[in-house]
């Protein structure tokens, strides 16, 4: 007999048992539900590209940590490591049979052979959802909304959004005379909340006067609402232009839609450097805000500019499956679920499997869940075992009665050891789902 | 500028547009739904691998198949081919932490390099069930009912699930004194419904004694019944045994199920030849037999040998998604859904977008899902956006009327032109649940 191989995954990535998978889905599913309800539909592409079409802009961290091979017909090829790049592909490709704007959400593993010592894993799920094809302030402000509304159905409902415009700050540079090092300043400004205020205010200082670092972090420190640090950024950009327009109008929306008090106007919210060109924004749990963003954003001028001459304005987000359900954990709000047939019925006699299941089935009809035992264990066994598996009740069917209409059987509630004697199906039914 | 980069996707790989995705996502979120209402649970295990776990048995047509590459850390890993290796690896490591009998499902994609002429995919979905840790009747007969009750949900219950016990043949073979051959004779009658009984014969023939090959060929031809089938196999094997009585026992609970019209003994059934060593079935759709199976497995006395001393038999199906979506366009059952929000409100003035979502919102709330348009087009346009987004009726609410409680607004129903004036939210919750 050959040598057993050692049952074990690859460094950062995971097995889901049931509790953990049960979680994910029921996770996602309230996630899905919610982009449903906003009219977005789902895509999917593959988890499988060309190399050239995941890696168009190339070069830096992320060519390192892509999974890349050449596959049986020598291409180059790669596993996707975000849902933006293939989502950009997809437009280009598929631009002629969507109708414009289109809103669309995708929730799908990605790869990334990332240093795992962060905590972080190899292979993890995003959310994202996009509006393409649109330049309104409607459609940011829908994103955000869904943003708000989709964290408030999963049960972290209580966030702080921080949104910023990269324009107004751009603008801001150029009247110092020192957008030339727009991309290095903001790089800096990115780390204000992880480095701290006097870090931060030296770093600039080694790249601008510290008179013009001084004005930076003036500039990126919210006043003490969303009206007064628009006007005090509106001011340092030296008026009014489209994009305070774009905050103002925002606000606007807030307001009428009754949310504004859960937005933030941070003028220190960059996300990142190339990507984004308009409203940026990023999400904290205000009883968790040091796990970072759970589900961050934001406008870009043209979506698929690698694979397509067509323009393709649009606004998106994405929520980090991962640190979402980290977050529950910490908050002590995970619902551990083992399965979702809440009765079980004992196996009294192995031959009578096909009533038992004909039994079930009147459950599983009505919308009950309804595992069936097969092996005739003693019933100590079969209760310990219903209980490991997460239900509440067992069924106990004597053989006898198994074979007489109507059927009348006992019920077992696990938790305090009663049984009652003498049920029928509508009995056990209105007990299970009241 | 740099060139355009061509978008198109990986040979054999495919884009899923909206319509082609919410009809996926609706089957397998029926499917998830039948297994659930069983007391399955799901689990989820990596898409890549060490491809020592995967290729363990080694060599053969899979081996040619499997997408495998050196990773950052130069080891040797591959993607899932099937669901059924990590399963076995995913067992052998977890044992301790599941409860036998374990039932589980697993609905996830797998890849293939395979020759893409016949309309194969190189990724594809798998739908797999299974129970582990039993051997009684009662589990082969819940994977078989589930089976066919999960087939029903999705719409296409008219079908024939074909069963047969490996033994039992095993048993005659040996009875005829050519059970040497066993693995050649299987492979050759496997491929009985494909080649036709004269071809199946003449390659018999070249393998045993033409009085030999006469005797298998009249063995795998099914009689006019269940019983009748069972009662010949039963003497051509020598009389009964474990696995006869175990086909008897299967019978006796469909028929107390009342479920025994769907099934078939067919004694041609063998499903591959390493796997399995019991009870095998293959479903076939009666309108639509030449497809093939679509939804097939059986028993098997130990899944995880390759990594684990424990003895762990079980039994289980798997459904393959792409060919039950093939047979469903061909049977004309596709039900073809652009959206899952059947209103749209229309945008009159870009400035009330904050009082569109709240009035969306409140429909949202009701659960009936709802897009809001962002963009103050021509009424005519957003009526034809809405329809081409599958939406049927779109609310125009004039922006006076917005700022009004209560709200006011018309409703057109898109299909017959029709508007009604004068609505308030709940008359349209009503007309749209209705």
Request: charged letters at 30%; hydrophobic letters at 40%; a negative charge.
């Given at each position: 007999m050959a040598p057993l191989i050692e049952p074990r995954v690859l460094k950062g990535f995971r097995d889901f048992l049931p509790a953990a998978e049960i979680e994910r889905r029921q996770l996602t599913e309230i996630i899905e539900a919610s982009f449903r309800s906003f009219g977005f539909v789902p895509i999917d592409t593959p988890a499988l590209e060309y190399a050239e079409i995941l890696l168009g802009k190339g070069g830096g961290?992320?060519?390192?940590?892509?999974?890349?091979?050449?596959?049986?017909?020598?291409?180059?090829?790669?596993?996707?490591?975000?849902?933006?790049?293939?989502?950009?592909?997809?437009?280009?490709?598929?631009?002629?049979e969507l109708p414009l704007p289109f809103k669309r959400y995708h929730i799908a593993k990605v790869w990334r052979g990332e240093n795992t010592q962060r905590g972080r894993y190899r292979e993890f799920t995003q959310c994202d959802f996009d509006i393409v094809g649109?330049?309104?302030?409607?459609?940011?402000?829908?994103?955000?909304?869904?943003?708000?509304?989709?964290?408030?159905?999963?049960?972290?409902?209580?966030?702080?959004?921080r949104l910023n415009?990269?324009?107004?700050?751009?603008?801001?540079?150029?009247?110092?005379?020192?957008?030339?090092?727009?991309?290095?300043?903001?790089?800096?400004?990115?780390?204000?909340?992880?480095?701290?205020?006097?870090?931060?205010?030296?770093?600039?200082?080694?790249?601008?006067?510290?008179?013009?670092?001084?004005?930076?972090?003036?500039?990126?420190?919210?006043?003490?609402?969303?009206?007064?640090?628009?006007?005090?950024?509106?001011?340092?950009?030296?008026?009014?232009?489209?994009?305070?327009?774009?905050l103002e109008a925002l606000y606007q929306f807030m307001e009428d839609a009754g949310i504004a008090d859960v937005f933030v106007l941070d003028p220190s919210i960059t996300r990142g450097l190339d990507y984004y060109t308009g409203v940026v924004y990023e999400t904290f749990l205000n009883d968790l805000p040091d796990i970072g963003s759970v589900c961050s954003g934001g406008r870009y001028d043209n979506l698929a500019a690698l694979y397509s001459k067509e323009q393709l304005p649009g606004v998106g987000a994405s929520i980090g499956l991962d640190r979402l359900i980290?977050?529950?954990?910490?908050?002590?709000?995970?619902?551990?679920?083992?399965?979702?047939?809440?009765?079980?019925?004992?196996?009294?006699?192995?031959?009578?499997?096909?009533?038992?299941q004909a039994l079930a089935g009147q459950f599983r009809r009505a919308g009950v869940p309804c595992e069936v035992f097969t092996e005739a264990k003693k019933l100590v066994q079969q209760y310990a075992l219903a209980e490991k598996k997460g239900a509440r009740w067992v069924i106990v069917c004597p053989a006898d009665a198994c074979t007489k209409e109507p059927l009348r059987f006992t019920l077992r509630e696990l938790a305090t050891r009663q049984d009652t004697e003498g049920l029928c199906v509508e009995d056990v039914i209105r007990i299970v789902k009241g």
């Open positions: 961290e992320t060519e390192k940590q892509v999974y890349r091979f050449r596959d049986h017909g020598d291409r180059d090829v790669a596993l996707r490591f975000d849902l933006t790049v293939p989502f950009a592909r997809f437009m280009a490709e598929h631009r002629s649109s330049e309104s302030a409607g459609s940011d402000f829908e994103i955000l909304l869904m943003m708000r509304e989709t964290l408030r159905a999963i049960g972290v409902g209580d966030v702080t959004i415009h990269r324009s107004v700050f751009n603008r801001f540079l150029r009247r110092l005379g020192i957008e030339d090092k727009s991309v290095e300043i903001l790089r800096t400004v990115d780390k204000l909340a992880k480095i701290g205020k006097e870090s931060t205010l030296s770093q600039l200082s080694e790249l601008i006067s510290s008179e013009n670092a001084n004005d930076v972090l003036n500039y990126i420190q919210p006043k003490t609402n969303y009206k007064e640090t628009l006007a005090a950024i509106t001011e340092a950009a030296g008026g009014p232009g489209p994009d305070t327009e774009r980290a977050a529950l954990e910490a908050l002590d709000r995970r619902e551990k679920r083992f399965s979702f047939a809440e009765i079980a019925i004992a196996c009294t006699d192995e031959n009578l499997a096909g009533k038992y």
